[in-house]
């Protein structure tokens, strides 16, 4: 009897064994895919985390690029106006050593004057905006100062904008705008003052009349030429017109002191033609004007008996007009200013010999309407000599 209540004991012992042996087996299985799914979790987790990484670097690279590559200067500094940020064109700009900015004042990096000033200007204006316009070497710069907080820490963005090209515009805008007043009120108060004279009988005999009626006749062409070339550099210079015609060069020149025959006779001048048929993708016009232009303006400051050469060849791909006069040159001081509109070098002889002091500007304008190069040489009593390169596409 004992014996069979100890192997009782012995078996219900053993199953007990076991099955806490099986639950053990399953808290450690479930423990392992818990482990196994919390590890998945953070694996993704991570992995996430890196994709978010992955993204700001990205992100940050392409901040960089634009800023570094920004055609304008950008530069931000902190509270006591060390530099933060600063892009290439900031630092060409303000001339800023890019190895020295640790620990060192914006106001010891750069001695640009005008700059400091406009910065020393925005931290005691009643706006957080400044804008100001530096000069800097022969470039006109817009800096735009935004004074910032943030937790009570302030600091300073700028921008920093070329803006020479918009200054110089407005300049020869200002220039064209006074030397076109000037030029149309001269002959206008010449045919105003005489017409007045006719008007109040003031003028009968009839000398007087022819006299003075040609006078007014004078002016009224010099009027009407002066708005032709005004109306002529303005559609030049829009651009209204193709290049799409085969122009021979030869024959432009030869049209060209075809109208300005009686003029070359008057002078005494004598006109040579050199070159052969030489065909480009032009118009028409344009070739031809730039021609009377340059011949005109050979003419007029020639002397008597005095001589133009023209000279049309083809090197390589482009078509090189030269068009030289023996006559009374160009001083070197003028010389750079030759093409700018209604610039004249001796005002008094200019008016005696006429014109409207935009032909060359036309010719300046229609060489680079092709994409082409003008030079000039020239020595004050012995002559001078203009060089035009046009390239030359296959006709």
Same mark, same amino acid.
């Given at each position: 009897? /004992? !014996?069979?209540?100890?192997?009782?004991?012995?078996?219900?012992?053993?199953?007990?064994?076991? @099955?806490?042996? #099986?639950?053990?087996?399953?808290?450690?299985?479930?423990?392992?895919?818990?482990?196994r799914e919390e590890q998945h979790k953070? +694996?993704?987790?991570?992995?996430?985390?890196?994709? =978010?990484?992955?993204?700001?670097?990205?992100?940050?690279?392409?901040?960089?690029?634009?800023?570094?590559?920004?055609?304008?200067?950008?530069?931000?500094?902190?509270? *006591?106006?060390? =530099?933060?940020?600063? !892009?290439?064109?900031?630092?060409?700009?303000?001339?800023?050593?890019?190895?020295?900015?640790?620990?060192?004042?914006? $106001?010891?990096?750069?001695?640009?004057?005008?700059?400091?000033?406009?910065?020393?200007?925005?931290?005691?204006?009643?706006?957080?905006?400044?804008?100001? +316009?530096?000069?800097?070497?022969?470039?006109? =710069?817009?800096?735009?100062?935004?004074?910032?907080?943030?937790?009570?820490?302030?600091?300073?963005?700028?921008?920093?904008?070329?803006?020479?090209?918009?200054?110089?515009?407005? %300049?020869?805008?200002?220039?064209?705008?006074?030397?076109?007043?000037?030029?149309?009120?001269?002959?206008?108060?010449?045919?105003?003052? $005489?017409?007045?004279?006719?008007?109040?009988? /003031? =003028?009968?005999?009839?000398?007087?009349?022819? %006299?003075?009626?040609?006078?007014?006749?004078?002016?009224?062409?010099?009027?009407?030429?002066? @708005?032709?070339?005004?109306? &002529?550099?303005?559609?030049?210079?829009?651009?209204?017109? $193709?290049?799409? *015609?085969?122009?021979?060069?030869?024959?432009?020149?030869?049209?060209? #002191?075809?109208?300005?025959?009686? /003029?070359?006779?008057?002078?005494?001048?004598?006109? +040579?033609?050199?070159?052969?048929?030489?065909? /480009?993708?032009?118009?028409?016009?344009?070739?031809?004007?730039?021609f009377v232009n340059l011949v005109d303006?050979?003419?007029?400051?020639n002397n008597i008996g005095g001589s133009? &050469?023209?000279?049309?060849?083809?090197?390589?791909?482009?078509?090189?007009?030269?068009?030289?006069? !023996?006559?009374?040159?160009?001083?070197?001081?003028?010389?750079?200013?030759?093409?700018?509109?209604?610039?004249?070098?001796?005002?008094?002889?200019?008016?005696?010999?006429?014109?409207?002091?935009?032909?060359?500007? @036309?010719?300046?304008?229609?060489?680079?309407?092709? !994409?082409?190069?003008?030079?000039?040489?020239?020595?004050?009593?012995?002559?001078?000599?203009?060089?035009?390169?046009?390239?030359?596409?296959?006709?």
């Amino acid at each position: 009897m /004992m !014996n069979w209540i100890a192997w009782g004991l012995f078996a219900l012992t053993f199953v007990l064994l076991v @099955i806490l042996q #099986l639950v053990h087996m399953h808290q450690k299985h479930s423990l392992q895919l818990k482990y196994r799914e919390e590890q998945h979790k953070l +694996t993704a987790s991570q992995q996430k985390l890196m994709m =978010i990484q992955k993204d700001l670097n990205h992100e940050r690279d392409i901040i960089e690029r634009i800023q570094e590559h920004m055609v304008e200067g950008i530069l931000i500094l902190d509270d *006591t106006d060390k =530099i933060q940020l600063a !892009n290439r064109t900031a630092v060409a700009q303000l001339r800023i050593d890019k190895d020295d900015w640790d620990n060192k004042s914006i $106001f010891i990096l750069t001695d640009n004057q005008d700059f400091l000033d406009a910065l020393r200007k925005s931290k005691t204006a009643q706006h957080p905006h400044v804008r100001h +316009t530096l000069k800097i070497d022969e470039k006109y =710069i817009r800096a735009y100062i935004n004074r910032i907080e943030m937790g009570g820490i302030y600091g300073s963005i700028i921008l920093l904008v070329d803006i020479t090209y918009s200054v110089k515009a407005e %300049k020869m805008r200002q220039e064209f705008t006074a030397n076109v007043s000037h030029e149309l009120k001269t002959p206008l108060t010449t045919i105003k003052g $005489f017409g007045e004279m006719f008007g109040c009988g /003031m =003028i009968t005999q009839k000398e007087d009349m022819q %006299k003075y009626g040609a006078m007014i006749e004078r002016e009224s062409k010099r009027l009407l030429f002066l @708005i032709n070339d005004i109306i &002529r550099l303005s559609e030049i210079e829009e651009q209204t017109e $193709f290049l799409n *015609t085969p122009v021979d060069l030869e024959s432009s020149a030869k049209n060209a #002191l075809q109208i300005l025959g009686p /003029m070359i006779q008057h002078s005494e001048i004598h006109v +040579t033609l050199e070159g052969s048929c030489l065909l /480009m993708h032009s118009n028409e016009n344009y070739i031809r004007e730039l021609f009377v232009n340059l011949v005109d303006n050979a003419i007029k400051y020639n002397n008597i008996g005095g001589s133009v &050469r023209i000279s049309i060849s083809r090197v390589e791909q482009q078509a090189k007009i030269v068009i030289s006069d !023996n006559g009374i040159g160009i001083p070197l001081h003028a010389q750079s200013r030759i093409f700018e509109r209604f610039y004249r070098v001796d005002k008094s002889r200019s008016k005696q010999r006429g014109g409207t002091g935009l032909g060359l500007s @036309i010719v300046k304008h229609i060489v680079d309407y092709h !994409n082409g190069t003008i030079s000039l040489r020239s020595e004050p009593g012995h002559g001078t000599e203009i060089t035009i390169l046009l390239p030359i596409q296959h006709v």
